[in-house]
């Protein structure tokens, strides 16, 4: 979801899409788990993904301030999990950076932007099921 950078929308756009994923959730009882970067390790966002029963894996920003992400949480197996897996969908923000050219967009206009973003992922994606084709489980 593209949205206006003034340091706020990133966590209501993610607030958005993760009610939506809650929603749409076909067991109404399972785990949902969020992993996003120090950004998002603010008070009202992890409240807010803890009042939907989301258990927030943010990473803790404790660079001058106390983190607002539980220690109980960042102490958990799935938190360094989600650490580490954060780094792969990383990788497809900086292809669609270098490769995809959406560091500097040649379009003005939310709606436009929008419309790149979504084709530059798409692109991303059938590149990724091209390798993902490529691999052959290996066989004892």
Known sequence: MVTTADGYAEREAAKVMITDAVQAAPNPEAAITLGADKGYDAKEFIEAMQD?????????????????????IAASAGYAISIQKRKLIEQGFGWAKTVGRIRQVMVRGLKRVDQVFVLTMAA???TRMRTLGQMHPKTA
């Open 52 to 72: 939907i029963k989301v258990i927030p894996h943010v990473a803790q920003n404790t660079s001058g301030r106390r983190s607002a992400a539980p220690d109980a």
């Open 124 to 126: 991303y994606n059938l």
